[in-house]
């Protein structure tokens, strides 16, 4: 059934280099963002709560 829909003509809409960076960097962000609360339940688990405080993203 799809074929049968209509699809817009002409070119396909690019994303901009810009574009694919800024996707790249969230995509980097939010895993190191994960990364500190990962080890943290792994730690748990292990039985070895850490004593540190939690990290906080400096805002760059």
């Given at each position: 059934?799809?074929?049968?829909?209509?699809?817009?003509?002409?070119?396909?809409?690019?994303?901009?280099?810009a574009?694919?960076?800024?996707?790249r960097?969230?995509?980097?962000?939010?895993?190191a963002?994960?990364?500190?609360?990962?080890?943290?339940?792994?730690?748990?688990?292990?039985?070895?709560?850490?004593?540190?405080?939690?990290?906080?993203?400096?805002?760059?």
């Amino acid at each position: 059934m799809n074929a049968l829909v209509a699809k817009p003509s002409g070119p396909k809409t690019r994303r901009s280099e810009a574009d694919k960076e800024n996707e790249r960097l969230r995509a980097r962000a939010e895993k190191a963002e994960r990364e500190p609360a990962k080890t943290k339940a792994a730690l748990e688990i292990m039985g070895k709560v850490p004593d540190v405080p939690a990290v906080t993203p400096c805002g760059r």
